[in-house]
């Protein structure tokens, strides 16, 4: 005998659900965006077709499909699906869905997969009850996580699991998805809604790539307007019987909040990395957006300088040995005015960084000097190099009187020479690690060192 009281409830409950729910895609066919995995040729595409799939995370930001990804995985395999929040599962709960999973399984032969959102807060007790099922089989675990996985999940499930990343919707899939809503019965039955193309494209900016901030905008608009400001566009009568809507650039703004910006720990690196790639490649207005990006999200002034402080050295080097004395400036001040005057400060100094010469000379001769030494045997000092102080010989005699090695007498000061250029040993074999640019500020500095490693090849080709 049906439930009634059931089945009311679940209509109530369909008739309340907001427009991104109604309409959510039931097949691969429909989802938009996320081509980079579901083409024929991908392999979560193939992992789907050939239902040969296993424990899969999926992560990304907001609004980007994960969990109607994991229902139409569900019912393109025929699978059974329970979707639960990893923050709030219990162990008793794990146990239940596994005893269902075993009872389905036989009865029917319909395996069981299990959705969990925010699965980064998958406890190791709960997962220790979890995993003996995943590896064989009986059910098959699918996580959803805005964090990254790597970082955030834990290192059991990641080296059971396959990973998959969901992107923001373009602004042209955003505009797609709004013409499908538009266009599909379940959306608004019995209204006539048209939309400029102005007013998608505010919402395909403002929602920046999130489906479901897109289609909450849809719906505000359509719910929001009266059906007398719909009419034939100069006051007279409505052009069908059917309530008709018409989507205007203003309502499209009034019915989206302003975007907010997308920074979560990811976002904190990328757009960091951005950064630094952009001044390094000599690109001081992709430089200041990227700085724009992350003082709009709130990041921390002191953070930029530090990585500012850091490129300076590593990118730009003795190219101009100016750069990391203005970035240690720029760091000192921000500490000392603070926002939002210090935005000038960081721009001043990223704008010259990017205008600046480059090289990574330096950089690449210290960590090849450190990889000698870590992998290498360890060279000794030479002689005549050492303090002479703390480098005595016990006498002939064996007295114990300590006598000046005169090894160090061979030390050659170099400020004795009208050049300061000895052509003499430092190192004790022939090697390599700095070699300077002929760029800016390092052109001098290799001529420089042509010279003394001319000098020096002179004098250990000259006979005694």
């Known amino acids: 005998m049906p439930d009634l009281w059931q089945s009311n409830r679940e209509s109530a409950v369909e008739a309340i659900a907001p427009l991104a729910a109604r ?11 996320q081509s980079h995995l579901l083409a024929p040729d991908k392999l979560l595409r193939r992992m789907i077709d050939a239902d040969a799939l296993t424990s899969v995370i999926l992560h990304g930001p907001p609004g980007t499909g994960k969990t109607t990804l994991a229902e139409v995985i569900a019912k393109a395999t025929s699978r ?39 699965i980064h807060r998958f406890s190791k007790s709960q997962q220790d009850v979890l995993l003996a099922d995943v590896e064989r089989g009986l059910i098959t675990l699918i996580g959803a996580t805005t964090e990254n996985p790597l970082f955030a999940v834990n290192a ?108 979560g720990d990811d ?12 001044i390094r490649g000599s690109d ?38 100016r750069a990391v004395v203005i970035a240690q400036s720029c760091w000192d001040l921000t500490e000392r005015i603070g926002m939002p005057e210090a935005r000038i400060t960081i721009a001043q100094c990223a704008t010259y960084l990017a205008c600046c010469p480059k090289s990574n000379a330096a950089y690449i001769a210290i960590d090849a000097a450190l990889d000698d030494v870590r992998n290498s045997r360890v060279l000794p000092v030479p002689m005549h190099l050492r303090d002479k102080n703390t480098s005595p010989q016990a006498s002939a005699d064996g007295s114990g009187d300590r006598v000046r090695n005169l090894e160090t007498e061979h030390y050659e000061y170099a400020h004795n020479s009208t050049d300061q250029l000895t052509g003499q040993d430092y190192l004790g074999i022939e090697k390599r690690y700095y070699e300077p640019k002929d760029i800016g500020a390092e052109q001098i500095l290799k001529h420089h060192l042509d010279e003394a490693r001319a000098r020096k090849q002179q004098r250990q080709s000259t006979p005694p």
């Open 267 to 278: 976002g904190h690196y990328d757009a960091a990395s951005a950064m630094i790639k952009s």
């Open 80 to 118: 059974r699906f329970v979707r639960e929040n990893a923050a709030s599962i219990g162990v008793k709960r794990i146990r239940e869905i596994i005893d269902d999973a075993y009872r389905i399984l036989g009865d029917s032969g319909k395996r069981t997969i299990l959705f969990l959102d925010e």
């Open 284 to 321: 001081p207005d992709a430089a200041l957006y990227w700085i724009a990006r992350m003082l709009d999200a709130g990041e921390d002034p002191r953070f930029i300088c530090r990585r500012l402080a850091i490129l300076a050295s590593e990118d730009i080097g003795n190219a101009d040995p």
């Open 156 to 263: 059991a499930l990641i080296s059971r699991s396959t990973l998959f990343r969901l992107e923001s919707l373009s602004e042209d899939e955003t505009i797609e998805l709004i013409d499908n809503a538009i266009k599909n019965p379940l959306a608004f039955p019995n209204k006539h809604i048209t939309i400029t193309d102005e007013a998608k494209r505010v919402w395909a900016i403002k929602s920046e790539g999130d489906a479901r901030r897109a289609l909450t905008a849809l719906e505000v608009a359509v719910l929001s307007s009266s059906g007398e400001s719909q009419s034939g566009g100069t006051g007279g009568p409505p052009v069908s019987s059917e309530p008709a809507i018409h989507i205007t650039k203003p309502l499209a703004e009034n019915s989206i909040q302003q975007k907010l910006a997308t920074y």
């Open 23 to 33: 309409i959510r895609p039931t097949s691969i066919s429909q989802i938009v965006g």
